[in-house]
Protein backbone atom coordinates (compact mmCIF):
# COMPACT_ATOMS: atom_id res chain seq x y z
CA UNK A 1 0.00 0.00 0.00
CA UNK A 2 2.55 2.46 0.72
CA UNK A 3 4.50 1.54 -2.55
CA UNK A 4 1.37 2.65 -4.11
CA UNK A 5 1.21 5.87 -2.25
CA UNK A 6 5.14 7.02 -3.21
CA UNK A 7 4.10 6.39 -7.31
CA UNK A 8 1.24 8.20 -6.79
CA UNK A 9 3.03 11.38 -5.07
CA UNK A 10 5.24 12.11 -8.12
CA UNK A 11 1.95 11.97 -10.24
CA UNK A 12 0.35 14.41 -7.90
CA UNK A 13 2.93 16.79 -7.73
CA UNK A 14 3.71 16.55 -11.68
CA UNK A 15 0.01 17.65 -11.42
CA UNK A 16 0.21 20.78 -9.42
CA UNK A 17 3.51 22.35 -11.19
CA UNK A 18 1.21 21.64 -14.53
CA UNK A 19 -1.73 23.48 -13.04
CA UNK A 20 0.43 26.49 -11.50
CA UNK A 21 2.42 26.45 -15.37
CA UNK A 22 -0.88 27.49 -16.65
CA UNK A 23 -2.44 29.72 -13.95
CA UNK A 24 1.44 31.93 -13.50
CA UNK A 25 2.33 31.55 -17.01
CA UNK A 26 -0.61 30.93 -19.52
CA UNK A 27 1.26 27.43 -20.33
CA UNK A 28 0.36 23.80 -20.59
CA UNK A 29 0.71 20.61 -21.54
CA UNK A 30 -1.08 17.66 -22.99
CA UNK A 31 -0.66 14.04 -21.54
CA UNK A 32 -3.03 12.05 -23.03
CA UNK A 33 -2.78 12.92 -26.52
CA UNK A 34 -1.58 11.19 -29.77
CA UNK A 35 1.81 13.38 -29.21
CA UNK A 36 2.96 15.03 -26.38
CA UNK A 37 2.36 19.39 -27.41
CA UNK A 38 3.54 21.91 -24.88
CA UNK A 39 1.26 25.07 -25.66
CA UNK A 40 2.68 28.31 -25.39
CA UNK A 41 0.41 31.29 -24.90
CA UNK A 42 1.32 35.11 -25.62
CA UNK A 43 -1.22 37.63 -24.60
CA UNK A 44 -1.33 41.05 -23.58
CA UNK A 45 1.81 43.03 -23.83
CA UNK A 46 5.16 41.99 -24.20
CA UNK A 47 7.44 42.78 -20.64
CA UNK A 48 10.83 43.19 -21.05
CA UNK A 49 13.36 45.43 -19.24
CA UNK A 50 10.52 47.27 -17.35
CA UNK A 51 7.71 46.33 -15.30
CA UNK A 52 4.10 46.79 -16.65
CA UNK A 53 2.01 48.36 -14.78
CA UNK A 54 -0.58 45.60 -12.45
CA UNK A 55 -3.70 46.17 -14.76
CA UNK A 56 -1.81 45.31 -17.47
CA UNK A 57 -2.01 41.84 -19.01
CA UNK A 58 1.24 41.19 -19.93
CA UNK A 59 3.63 38.02 -20.91
CA UNK A 60 7.45 38.33 -18.86
CA UNK A 61 10.25 37.29 -20.99
CA UNK A 62 11.90 36.04 -18.38
CA UNK A 63 9.02 33.51 -18.01
CA UNK A 64 9.24 32.78 -21.41
CA UNK A 65 12.83 32.28 -22.57
CA UNK A 66 13.84 29.28 -19.79
CA UNK A 67 10.27 27.73 -20.75
CA UNK A 68 11.82 27.35 -24.61
CA UNK A 69 15.35 26.15 -23.04
CA UNK A 70 13.01 22.98 -21.20
CA UNK A 71 10.98 22.63 -24.21
CA UNK A 72 13.80 22.01 -26.88
CA UNK A 73 15.57 20.20 -24.01
CA UNK A 74 12.91 17.78 -23.18
CA UNK A 75 12.47 14.63 -25.10
CA UNK A 76 9.38 13.74 -23.74
CA UNK A 77 7.59 17.14 -25.65
CA UNK A 78 7.23 16.60 -29.30
CA UNK A 79 5.86 19.83 -30.41
CA UNK A 80 5.04 23.29 -29.77
CA UNK A 81 2.24 25.12 -30.30
CA UNK A 82 2.55 28.90 -29.86
CA UNK A 83 -1.13 31.15 -29.64
CA UNK A 84 -0.55 34.40 -30.12
CA UNK A 85 -3.02 37.33 -29.06
CA UNK A 86 -0.66 40.52 -28.23
CA UNK A 87 -0.92 44.08 -28.63
CA UNK A 88 3.02 44.18 -28.76
CA UNK A 89 5.41 45.49 -26.71
CA UNK A 90 9.52 45.62 -25.65
CA UNK A 91 10.82 45.04 -28.81
CA UNK A 92 13.85 43.85 -27.64
CA UNK A 93 12.56 40.96 -25.31
CA UNK A 94 9.99 40.63 -28.29
CA UNK A 95 12.83 39.74 -31.17
CA UNK A 96 14.69 37.97 -28.34
CA UNK A 97 11.87 35.60 -27.82
CA UNK A 98 11.22 35.12 -31.58
CA UNK A 99 14.89 34.44 -32.17
CA UNK A 100 14.73 31.45 -30.11
CA UNK A 101 11.40 29.93 -31.26
CA UNK A 102 13.15 30.12 -34.86
CA UNK A 103 16.20 28.34 -33.89
CA UNK A 104 14.12 25.60 -32.35
CA UNK A 105 14.70 21.99 -33.40
CA UNK A 106 11.60 20.52 -31.96
CA UNK A 107 8.26 21.65 -34.53
CA UNK A 108 6.65 24.46 -33.95
CA UNK A 109 3.49 25.77 -34.98
CA UNK A 110 2.09 29.41 -34.08
CA UNK A 111 -1.68 30.16 -34.57
CA UNK A 112 -2.58 34.35 -34.43
CA UNK A 113 -6.18 34.55 -32.74
CA UNK A 114 -7.54 38.65 -31.92
CA UNK A 115 -4.54 39.97 -32.52
CA UNK A 116 -0.65 39.84 -33.45
CA UNK A 117 0.38 43.29 -33.29
CA UNK A 118 3.96 44.89 -33.77
CA UNK A 119 6.20 43.13 -31.87
CA UNK A 120 3.63 40.36 -32.34
CA UNK A 121 4.55 39.87 -35.87
CA UNK A 122 8.03 38.64 -35.54
CA UNK A 123 6.37 36.19 -33.05
CA UNK A 124 4.14 34.70 -35.00
CA UNK A 125 6.75 33.77 -38.31
CA UNK A 126 9.24 32.60 -36.29
CA UNK A 127 7.32 29.02 -35.89
CA UNK A 128 8.26 26.84 -38.84
CA UNK A 129 4.90 27.22 -40.20
CA UNK A 130 2.05 29.60 -38.93
CA UNK A 131 -1.95 29.98 -39.27
CA UNK A 132 -4.32 33.27 -38.53
CA UNK A 133 -8.02 32.87 -37.96
CA UNK A 134 -9.83 35.09 -40.35
CA UNK A 135 -11.04 37.49 -37.68
CA UNK A 136 -7.58 38.26 -36.68
CA UNK A 137 -5.52 41.10 -37.50
CA UNK A 138 -2.00 42.05 -37.66
CA UNK A 139 -0.79 45.79 -37.09
CA UNK A 140 2.68 46.73 -38.81
CA UNK A 141 4.11 50.07 -37.53
CA UNK A 142 7.51 51.65 -37.50
CA UNK A 143 9.35 51.30 -34.13
CA UNK A 144 8.52 53.38 -31.45
CA UNK A 145 9.38 54.19 -27.46
CA UNK A 146 7.85 55.68 -24.76
CA UNK A 147 9.54 58.20 -22.24
CA UNK A 148 11.95 60.59 -22.64
CA UNK A 149 13.93 60.99 -26.25
CA UNK A 150 17.03 62.94 -27.25
CA UNK A 151 15.87 64.44 -30.46
CA UNK A 152 19.66 63.76 -31.76
CA UNK A 153 20.42 62.23 -35.27
CA UNK A 154 21.94 59.59 -33.49
CA UNK A 155 18.48 58.49 -31.62
CA UNK A 156 17.11 57.84 -35.04
CA UNK A 157 20.28 55.91 -36.26
CA UNK A 158 19.39 53.51 -33.33
CA UNK A 159 15.77 53.70 -34.25
CA UNK A 160 16.43 52.83 -37.80
CA UNK A 161 18.89 49.57 -36.91
CA UNK A 162 16.45 48.24 -34.90
CA UNK A 163 13.72 48.55 -37.58
CA UNK A 164 15.96 47.15 -39.79
CA UNK A 165 16.77 43.88 -37.45
CA UNK A 166 12.89 43.87 -37.20
CA UNK A 167 12.85 43.82 -40.94
CA UNK A 168 15.12 41.22 -41.44
CA UNK A 169 13.77 38.98 -39.55
CA UNK A 170 10.18 38.74 -40.51
CA UNK A 171 11.66 38.47 -44.43
CA UNK A 172 13.47 35.67 -43.58
CA UNK A 173 10.96 33.98 -41.60
CA UNK A 174 8.14 34.40 -44.00
CA UNK A 175 7.29 34.72 -47.59
CA UNK A 176 6.48 38.50 -47.68
CA UNK A 177 9.40 40.52 -49.44
CA UNK A 178 11.25 43.58 -47.80
CA UNK A 179 9.41 45.77 -50.28
CA UNK A 180 5.96 44.66 -49.38
CA UNK A 181 6.47 44.77 -45.15
CA UNK A 182 8.22 48.02 -45.99
CA UNK A 183 5.06 49.59 -47.17
CA UNK A 184 2.81 48.16 -45.05
CA UNK A 185 5.33 49.87 -42.35
CA UNK A 186 5.45 53.37 -43.84
CA UNK A 187 1.98 53.41 -44.96
CA UNK A 188 0.50 56.51 -43.97
CA UNK A 189 -3.47 56.48 -45.17
CA UNK A 190 -4.67 53.95 -42.58
CA UNK A 191 -4.48 54.44 -39.12
CA UNK A 192 -4.95 57.46 -37.05
CA UNK A 193 -2.68 59.59 -35.28
CA UNK A 194 -0.23 57.27 -36.47
CA UNK A 195 1.93 55.37 -39.16
CA UNK A 196 1.48 51.73 -40.58
CA UNK A 197 -1.12 49.04 -41.64
CA UNK A 198 -3.55 46.96 -40.12
CA UNK A 199 -3.53 43.43 -41.94
CA UNK A 200 -6.66 40.69 -41.58
CA UNK A 201 -6.04 36.93 -41.43
CA UNK A 202 -6.43 36.45 -45.24
CA UNK A 203 -4.52 39.45 -46.69
CA UNK A 204 -1.80 38.15 -43.91
CA UNK A 205 -1.66 34.91 -46.30
CA UNK A 206 -1.97 36.30 -49.38
CA UNK A 207 0.80 39.01 -48.65
CA UNK A 208 2.98 35.44 -47.78
CA UNK A 209 3.18 36.78 -43.64
CA UNK A 210 1.58 34.22 -42.53
CA UNK A 211 1.28 30.21 -44.19
CA UNK A 212 -2.00 29.84 -44.05
CA UNK A 213 -5.28 30.90 -42.62
CA UNK A 214 -6.74 28.10 -40.55
CA UNK A 215 -7.98 27.13 -36.53
CA UNK A 216 -6.64 25.74 -34.24
CA UNK A 217 -7.41 22.13 -35.68
CA UNK A 218 -5.72 23.09 -38.77
CA UNK A 219 -2.56 23.91 -36.60
CA UNK A 220 -2.57 20.92 -34.33
CA UNK A 221 -3.20 18.70 -37.73
CA UNK A 222 0.08 20.55 -39.06
CA UNK A 223 2.33 19.95 -35.70
CA UNK A 224 1.18 16.62 -35.81
CA UNK A 225 2.40 16.21 -39.01
CA UNK A 226 5.61 18.00 -38.49
CA UNK A 227 6.04 15.60 -35.76
CA UNK A 228 5.51 12.76 -37.79
CA UNK A 229 7.87 13.36 -40.79
CA UNK A 230 10.34 14.96 -38.73
CA UNK A 231 13.40 13.33 -37.61
CA UNK A 232 14.44 13.06 -34.19
CA UNK A 233 15.98 16.12 -32.75
CA UNK A 234 18.69 14.48 -30.68
CA UNK A 235 20.18 10.95 -31.20
CA UNK A 236 19.76 8.50 -28.88
Known amino acids: MSDEKEQDKPLAEEALDEAELARENGQSVSRNSKHLIHCLSVVGQIEGHYVLAEQNKTTKYEHIIPALVAIEQDRSVEGLLIILNTVGG ?11 ISGMKTPT ?3 VVGGGHSIGVPLAVSAKRSFIVPTASMTIHPVRMNGTVLGVPQTLSYFDKMQDRIISFVTRNSG ?6 RSLMMNTQELVMDVGSVIEGDK ?5 LIDSLGSLGDAMDCLYDMIEN ?3 RYAD
Do not use: N
Not at 90 to 100: F, K, M, N, Q
Not at 176 to 181: A, G, L, N, R
Not at 204 to 208: Q, T
Open 90 to 100: DVEAGLAIAEL
Open 230 to 232: TEK
Open 204 to 208: AVELG
Open 176 to 181: ISEEDF
Open 109 to 111: VSL
